[in-house]
């Protein structure tokens, strides 16, 4: 599974837009992109996933450059209730029964400040 | 609405104690993962299991067994539970080729 790296930590105003970049810069061809969201004393959530350019659902925003080399999470007008650990994986879509497990890394924590 | 449930969200165990933490799941997936959540390390992936009676190991199996007999319960099993096995336990599932996982609520051990 390719490698992610992600910031520690951000710190966001309620209101604004976040923005959360990802490096991945091995990932393989067949490898998807998939962002997880945490809550203190939860399990984590799925958000989002893709493949490439953009994907939108009605929490997020998901936008992958051509080269695939990083994606970048976007949250639009954050509350207080999107404070929460952002996870970004990386796994290969086309592997056989069995392999489709994630290993998740520490996350970004984000903190909406009022 | 489909959910993953784990039977106890806080439990307090002795030393050398066996312990069984028990998921179900209503969604029919065929994937069954364990992690433990730790302060500082994130999610550590402890046993998978993609179909019954199957189990694969993850980044940290030992002390620690599984069982799968009916597709919609994975148990993990502490043989001989340490105080180092203290942690946050979580249960997720998914269809058999998909990274979207559901997890449960998850379960506080706490071993003294």
């Known amino acids: 599974l390719a490698k992610t790296t992600q910031p520690i930590s951000m710190d966001s105003y309620e209101g604004q837009e976040v923005n959360i970049t990802c490096s991945h810069n091995?990932?393989?061809?067949?490898?998807?992109i998939t962002w997880y969201q945490q809550f203190p004393s939860q399990g984590p959530r799925f958000i989002i996933q893709?493949?490439?350019t953009k994907v939108t659902n009605e929490v997020a925003s998901l936008f992958i450059p051509a080269d695939r080399k990083s994606s970048t999470l976007s949250l639009p007008r954050v509350s207080l209730s999107d404070t929460a650990v952002y996870y970004c994986?990386?796994?290969?879509?086309?592997?056989?029964?069995?392999?489709?497990?994630?290993?998740f890394g520490k996350g970004t924590k984000l903190s909406v400040i009022p | 609405d489909v959910k993953v449930t784990q039977s106890s969200r806080y439990l307090v165990k002795r030393t050398g104690e066996k312990v069984f933490l028990e998921c179900v799941q209503d969604?029919?997936?065929?994937?069954m993962f364990w992690y433990r959540q730790d302060p500082g390390l994130g999610l550590r992936l402890i046993y998978f299991?993609?179909?019954?009676?199957?189990?694969e190991k993850g980044d940290i199996p030992e002390g620690y067994s599984v069982s799968r007999e009916k597709k919609e319960r994975f148990s993990l099993i502490l043989e001989s539970a340490s105080t180092n096995q203290t942690s946050m336990y979580l249960c997720?599932?998914?269809?058999?080729?998909?990274?979207?996982?559901?997890f449960g609520s998850g379960t506080r051990l706490t071993v003294v």
């Open positions: 299991s993609y179909d019954v009676k199957m189990k």
């Open positions: 994986l990386v796994g290969d879509r086309d592997s056989g029964a069995g392999s489709y497990q994630l290993t």
């Open positions: 969604m029919d997936h065929e994937n």
């Open positions: 893709g493949y490439k």
């Open positions: 091995n990932i393989a061809t067949n490898d998807y």
């Open positions: 997720a599932s998914s269809f058999l080729y998909d990274y979207g996982y559901t």
